[in-house]
């Protein structure tokens, strides 16, 4: 007689057989909590997005969206927007716990290096073009044919590396970890050495109370400790008065907050000015500086934002369990073609290049495994236009501990590798330990790939090598030495 016991998860509703959620483990308060989880842990983009485009001139002195003064709600508001947007469409097209908003660095070198030579019209606008290439070699197979290319280890280095940047991240967004101010030695615990500060005290009772739940097993650890440690630097920082790290004048306070001060908000919601929207001049760059030139600042952008996300989507799907045998994540067409168009996306609305996000696997840690946790995100991202004040009053403090725990459950997919081999085990160490060392994916995974084929080709195994890994080496090797080109090619 046949064995008609069911083993498999049965879909209870509509809802459940669109996002697989009993087929992957999951149930729907997880994928909430999950979302909301991830959201809180990345709401700083919109605070810290405007605090690093917003406030920088461009080459003709003026702020983004136009004038002598920077106007950080209306980038905030645009942040904010396109995020919610692109993290819905990831939600519902990929089906993965992904999210997505301004990717730091890249603003970072949109701000300081692209829109110093040019208007912030002509900067986006090159952000959409980048977008728009990646998405090109999206359609046409390469970009996941790249990917697939890359050895299962080193895809376990991508994330342990990961692991180990984002706790780094913590760490320092806390003040727990800061730059020193005596070389040669480059960071120290806290202040001085010392740790000092109520926000710190707020960063370290975070940690230990989201250490503790995890360890009892408690149901929405994460997000718990988050709110907790917020609500408590609210009530320390409303009986202390101790005020912002660095204030409107510029005097520095290395016991105060690192980036927004936890305060009740004057008001709870305020009407969105979405004006920064199309405010992009896609050919613009190209006159004022010149095709070699700009086509050098594409490819920069390109190259960072193409393997960030593979590192990133392997990741958390790793945390999530969800790799198949090949060590690729479900649906990874699609997670890589809403990547692309936030891309572009991001310089279309003026809000820099929008890339994936590795908070994500905080959502993960407590049990996001669907698209439906990235649509919770996303709505929140959206309400967030409305109530930025709240948002707002989430110090990075209080965000932080979460950082940290995920690095933690991220670094223990270091068992993965191969230690013994070291044609293998020298690339694996090399982009788990430049990640944190240079506060830069893009450059543990290059250097990663480089020593990798380098290996191999010394030890007369060169034909092991995927093609497109050779490929990419070298546009690798032509990243890392760009200043020299420029140099070379007159390029300033």
Request: charged fraction near 10%; glycine fraction near 12%.
């Amino acid at each position: 007689m046949a064995d008609t016991t069911r083993t498999d998860p049965v879909p209870t509703s509509p809802l459940d057989r669109y996002f697989k959620i009993a087929e992957r483990g999951s149930t729907l308060s997880r994928e909430v909590r999950g979302g909301l989880v991830t959201f809180f842990t990345m709401a700083y983009i919109i605070v810290l997005n405007p605090l690093i485009i917003g406030t920088q001139r461009d080459v003709d002195g003026q702020f983004l969206g136009g004038g002598g003064a920077p106007n950080l709600a209306l980038v905030a508001a645009a942040t904010a927007l396109v995020a919610g947007v692109l993290t819905i469409l990831m939600g519902a097209f990929a089906n993965f716990p992904l999210a997505l908003a301004a990717g730091l660095g890249l603003n970072a070198f949109v701000a300081f290096a692209i829109a110093s030579k040019m208007t912030w019209a002509d900067a986006m606008g090159l952000v959409v073009i980048e977008g728009l290439v990646i998405l090109l070699l999206v359609l046409t197979g390469l970009r996941k044919a790249v990917f697939s290319a890359v050895p299962p280890e080193l895809k376990v280095a991508i994330s342990v590396g990961i692991g180990l940047f984002i706790a780094l991240i913590g760490f320092v967004d806390a003040g727990f970890v800061r730059r020193t101010q005596s070389p040669p030695v480059p960071v120290e615990l806290g202040a001085g050495g010392q740790l000092a500060g109520w926000p710190v005290l707020v960063f370290a009772l975070g940690l230990i109370a989201m250490i503790i739940m995890m360890a009892l097993r408690v149901k929405g650890a994460i997000l718990i400790g988050i709110i907790g440690a917020t609500i408590l630097a609210v009530v320390i920082e409303a009986i202390g008065k101790i005020g912002p790290a660095v204030s409107s004048t510029g005097a520095v306070n290395p016991h105060g907050w690192a980036l927004s001060v936890p305060a009740l908000p004057d008001k709870v919601a305020e009407i969105p000015n979405f004006s920064l929207v199309g405010q992009f001049s896609l050919l613009g760059g190209f006159e004022r500086i010149g095709v070699v030139a700009a086509v050098l600042f594409v490819f920069t952008l390109l190259l960072a934002d193409f393997f960030d996300t593979i590192g990133t989507m392997t990741a958390t799907a790793a945390e999530a369990g969800l790799l198949d045998e090949d060590g690729s994540p479900p649906n990874a067409q699609r997670i890589l073609i809403v990547d692309s168009l936030a891309a572009a996306a991001g310089g279309a609305a003026s809000v820099s290049s929008n890339t994936s996000y590795i908070e994500s696997a905080a959502g993960i840690g407590e049990g996001a495994r669907t698209g439906l946790a990235s649509i919770v995100t996303g709505v929140l991202f959206l309400l967030a236009t409305f109530l930025a004040p709240l948002v707002a009053i989430i110090p990075n403090e209080a965000a932080a501990p979460a950082l940290v725990v995920v690095g933690f459950l991220m670094m223990t997919q270091v068992r993965g590798i191969d230690w013994d081999d070291y044609g293998i085990a020298i690339p694996a160490f090399l982009t788990i330990i430049l990640m944190p060392f240079t506060y830069s994916i893009t450059a543990g995974i290059g250097a990663g790939f480089i020593s990798y084929v380098i290996l191999r080709a010394v030890r007369g195994r060169a034909r092991e090598v995927h093609p497109l890994m050779w490929g990419v080496a070298v546009l690798f090797v032509i990243y890392f030495a760009l200043d020299p080109l420029q140099q070379l090619l007159g390029v300033k």
